[in-house]
């Protein structure tokens, strides 16, 4: 990795001086730099400015974050130019950059890269919990007090409850669906009943179920 890194500085110091195999072209500092799609203020963006804005699952806009003089960072060792994103959601990310012509007048060119890309956590399971206890509740597992929903920060995954109950009759138990709902983080279920949890990853196509008995009949 230290090799891929070393040659890409080693690439971006030739271009400083030899853009494109153009000996006339260079990356020219930025004094008074901005970013019309980000609406960023004015400022000395340097060699090349990287700007990226997350988007979260109810669709809030962060402040965009700017890496001034990135191009140039890139070159060094000792600076600090690695982009960490952990949080799911949804990216933007923009590169602008000035090009000088040293041939004839001298023409100064703005640039802009970008891109945008999404974060999705590939797991497909949503964690129900004992409201009193707190523990970890299994499939097909009974609890009198209720349960919970934990989706461990998986915040795109489709969660849907289905809440049946049985009745004893002549002819045995009937089953009567009280409701089927999208259900999300932190929903709590504390009314007897049989409850079937349904869970799907859009962004894998995975599918999950999971069924909790709330109650205290020793018949289910």
Not at 40 to 48: I, W, Y
Not at 51 to 63: A, Q, V
Not at 165 to 171: I, L, V
Request: charged share 30%; proline share 2%; hydrophobic share 30%.
């Amino acid at each position: 990795m230290s090799d891929i890194k070393t040659q890409a500085r080693l690439r971006f110091l030739i271009t400083r001086r030899n853009l494109n195999g153009n000996k006339d072209l260079k990356i020219e500092r930025d004094k008074d730099g901005y970013d019309q799609q980000f609406q960023t203020p004015k400022t000395d963006f340097g060699h090349g400015t990287l700007i990226i804005r997350y988007t979260n699952h109810e669709g809030i806009k962060s402040d965009p974050i700017i890496y001034e003089n990135y191009l140039e960072a890139l070159t060094s060792a000792r600076a600090d130019a690695r982009v960490k994103l952990f949080e799911e959601g949804d990216y933007e990310v923009a590169l602008d950059y000035k090009v000088k012509n040293s041939k004839g007048l001298g023409k100064i060119c703005d640039y802009r890269i970008s891109f945008n890309f999404k974060v999705r956590n590939g797991n497909c399971m949503v964690y129900p919990f004992d409201v009193v206890t707190k523990s970890e509740l299994t499939d097909s597992a009974v609890t009198e007090n209720g349960f919970y929903l934990d989706l461990a920060r998986s915040r795109y995954l489709k969660i849907n409850v289905i809440m049946a109950r049985w009745s004893r009759g002549a002819n045995g138990y009937t089953q009567d669906i009280r409701y089927n709902r999208p259900a999300k983080n932190g929903d709590t279920y504390t009314d007897e009943g049989i409850y079937t949890i349904e869970i799907s990853n859009p962004s894998t196509g995975k599918s999950t179920e999971k069924k909790i008995y709330v109650g205290s009949d020793n018949t289910f």
